[in-house]
């Protein structure tokens, strides 16, 4: 089932923070955060796993709340190369299946 | 070394052409995948192979066939394809265990059929 996200898109200026929210009505065991360039490919992000281990990028943070089984990705002091979409995508205990949302959009702006 | 690398990065065929995309991975993944991306749309599912055998089939119609021969490369192989399928395909891999190993992309194959 695909995780839903928020907002849709954004636009910041350059040093503007935001805050994307991702949540599942199935139980999560791993959220998994990539951003998207126009013309390329998925580039990861961050990894969250039930019980609070993070693994990802050093100047991007995210929170994993598993009571309400969601996460939000934090992009503070955001820079122009921010500017992409923005996925999450969420796995079972085992599975192999990454199932992605449908993406938020986000522009930052000079 | 993180890399998946796709060939081709451009296709174009025509609706009775057979053609093959290509992906390999030198990172000891076990675990490997074919997502579609149409326009504006997340990536979607197509299949998985978990130890050179595919564990997962998303439904996809049988003009996608895909393959792996060993677990270094993996082919998806295209016939009588639709204008519909036209879209970005994507290749990844992953360790195989649990949900928290990352799952690595490549640049795609963008595929136009005419």
């Known amino acids: 089932q695909q995780p839903v996200q928020s907002p849709q898109a954004v636009i910041l200026r350059e040093g503007e923070d935001a805050v994307i929210n991702c949540s599942s009505s199935?139980?999560?065991?791993?959220v998994h955060w990539y951003r998207q360039k126009h013309g390329e490919a998925p580039v990861f992000l961050m990894i969250l796993l039930k019980g609070g281990e993070q693994k990802g990028h050093e100047k991007i943070s995210a929170s994993f709340n598993e009571k309400k089984q969601q996460s939000s990705l934090y992009l503070t002091a955001s820079q122009l190369s921010y500017s992409g979409t923005y996925f999450c995508?969420?796995?079972?205990?085992?599975?192999?299946?990454?199932?992605f949302g449908a993406g938020t959009i986000l522009r930052v702006k000079s | 070394d993180t890399e998946v690398t796709q060939t081709p990065k451009h296709l174009v065929m025509g609706m009775t052409n057979k053609k093959s995309l290509k992906c390999e991975q030198h990172?000891?993944?076990?675990?490997m995948y074919w997502y579609k991306q149409k326009a504006k749309k997340p990536p979607e599912l197509m299949f998985v192979y978990s130890y050179e055998k595919l564990s997962i089939n998303e439904s996809v119609p049988s003009r996608f066939s895909p393959e792996c021969p060993n677990s270094s490369l993996l082919n998806l192989h295209l016939h009588a394809l639709q204008p519909e399928d036209s879209a970005l395909y994507l290749c990844?891999?992953?360790?195989?265990?649990?949900?928290?190993?990352?799952?690595?992309f490549g640049e795609g194959s963008w595929l136009t059929v005419v």
């Open positions: 990844a891999s992953s360790q195989l265990g649990n949900s928290g190993n990352t799952i690595y």
């Open positions: 990172m000891g993944h076990r675990a």
């Open positions: 995508g969420t796995r079972g205990k085992y599975g192999n299946k990454l199932v």
């Open positions: 199935k139980a999560l065991y791993s």
